[in-house]
Nanobody, 115 residues
Framework: QVQLVESGGGLVQPGGSLRLSCAAS????????MAWYRQAPGKERELVAH???????TYPEAVKGRVTISRDIAGNALYLQMTSLKPEDTAVYYC?????????WGQGTQVTVVS
């Protein structure tokens, strides 16, 4: 089992920045890759950033250049640095971990971008 707890969300003005954190616990040594997803009201959950073992990262075009995913060396935390935030970035942001047997989700943290 892997437990994930997100933090760092909040209210920010357009153009601002936020850094989200995801604390991982449990059998973290089984984690193969991790990612950040988000879900806005009335929309499907979508990928924001993906981290793969070995440090390879990928980003969808909608956020490329504005977000950076990173993971600490111990493997117990995942981060998402977001800059130049836009109102359309408003969503609940979820941490995801894929382990050998199954995937795990955190409970989410709300990010609201508003003037």
């Amino acid at each position: 089992q892997v437990q994930l707890v997100e933090s760092g969300g909040g209210l920010v003005q357009p153009g601002g920045s936020l850094r989200l954190s995801c604390a991982a616990s449990g059998n973290t040594e089984t984690i193969i890759n991790m990612a950040w997803y988000r879900q806005a009201p009335g929309k499907e959950r979508e990928l924001v950033a993906h981290w793969q073992s070995g440090g390879r990262t990928t980003y969808p075009e909608a956020v490329k250049g504005r977000v950076t995913i990173s993971r600490d060396i111990a493997g117990n935390a995942l981060y998402l640095q977001m800059t130049s935030l836009k109102p359309e970035d408003t969503a609940v942001y979820y941490c995801y971990a894929r382990a050998r047997v199954k995937g795990y989700w955190g409970q989410g943290t709300q990010v609201t971008v508003v003037s």
